[in-house]
């Protein structure tokens, strides 16, 4: 059975329990979280960003945008997709890793809140992350940044809406995307992998857990924008970025992802770090993994934007 990195553990074993995630329990969840997630101000703090939320025109989309003060000229552009398994969450989620992308490489950053499942199953919440990414695009010279340098990326949930919208943009010919940031995406459905029977119950985010997030979301349906690993070509999508710890359920069908786009020709960077559970940068910001998976992805996003 493979073992949670010492430090790791140390971090899950300072979490309060919470409710098994079923219909019964779905408000009460998301309400808990949403009294979690930071403001805008909070995030910020003191340093020298700028915020603003936005109105997607034609859509119930808002979405926030962050950014310096007085952008670069030719600043990079991250479009972020929160996670939550489908069902939870909100844009204010990952605010924390937002600010420290803009304050170290400078990024217009749009946060988008998408319709969540059961009430909106697919295609609501992928629409609307696509029509957030149009907008931007749209907007680039408003918001001071060059859409040559566009990221797309997220955790979790956002990590596999962020798939989604890649081969989305890909076949609707929409915005051209320099890369997709995917942190251990929730890309398949079939949730029967050999790390999701080891972790059903072990970690963060579980067996049971994931099956009511795919049921909410598909509801009978089928598609390869909404689950990706079932998408049959992989070709002509943007660089991609797969990070995944190598004790959580998503460990199998991520790595399995990275080699179908290898095959496709599609320049990809994987990481599975050794003893990571779901979520392990959030629950022990201070370890010396998150410290080497946040250096990796600082790496990657240099040499991407930089290439663009």
């Known amino acids: 059975m493979t073992a949670f990195d010492p430090?790791?553990?140390?971090?899950?074993?300072?979490?309060?329990?919470?409710?098994?995630?079923?219909?019964?329990?779905?408000?009460?969840?998301?309400?808990?979280l949403a009294d979690g997630n930071p403001t805008c101000a909070e995030a910020v703090g003191d340093r020298d960003l700028v915020w603003e939320d936005r109105a997607v025109p034609g859509t119930d989309v808002v979405v926030t945008v962050l950014k310096p003060r007085r952008p670069g000229r030719?600043?990079?552009?991250?479009?972020?997709?929160?996670?939550?398994?489908?069902?939870?969450d909100d844009r204010f989620a990952d605010l924390p890793r937002m600010v420290a992308l803009v304050e170290e490489f400078g990024f217009v950053a749009v946060t988008v809140d998408y319709r969540l499942a059961p009430e909106h199953p697919h295609p609501a919440p992928l629409e609307d992350c696509y029509a957030g990414l149009v907008w931007m695009v749209e907007n680039a010279a408003e918001l001071g940044f060059d859409p040559a340098k566009l990221i797309v990326g997220g955790g979790s949930a956002g990590g596999g809406l962020s798939a989604g919208?890649?081969?989305?943009?890909?076949?609707?010919?929409?915005?051209?995307?320099?890369?997709?940031?995917?942190?251990?995406?929730?890309?398949?459905?079939?949730n029967d992998s050999a790390s999701t029977v080891e972790f059903a119950e072990r970690g963060v985010w579980g067996r049971a857990a994931n099956d009511f997030g795919w049921r909410s979301l598909l509801k009978g349906q089928t598609s390869p924008y909404a689950v990706p690993s079932t998408a049959t070509d992989l070709t002509g999508l943007p660089p991609a970025f797969i990070e995944v710890g190598a004790a959580e359920i998503f460990r199998d069908e991520d790595v399995d992802y990275a080699r179908r786009l290898w095959r496709a020709g599609v320049p990809t960077e994987l990481h599975v770090w050794a003893g990571a559970y779901h979520?392990?940068?959030?629950?022990?910001?201070?370890s010396e993994v998150t410290r080497a998976a946040l250096a990796a992805r600082a790496s990657w996003l240099r040499r991407t934007i930089g290439r663009a």
């Open 7 to 32: 430090e790791l553990a140390a971090a899950l074993e300072g979490l309060p329990p919470g409710p098994p995630l079923s219909a019964e329990s779905l408000a009460s969840v998301r309400k808990a």
């Open 74 to 88: 030719g600043a990079p552009g991250f479009y972020n997709i929160h996670g939550g398994g489908m069902v939870l």
């Open 165 to 190: 919208i890649a081969l989305l943009a890909r076949d609707r010919g929409g915005p051209a995307l320099a890369g997709q940031l995917l942190l251990c995406p929730m890309i398949d459905s079939r």
């Open 279 to 286: 979520g392990f940068d959030r629950i022990a910001p201070d």
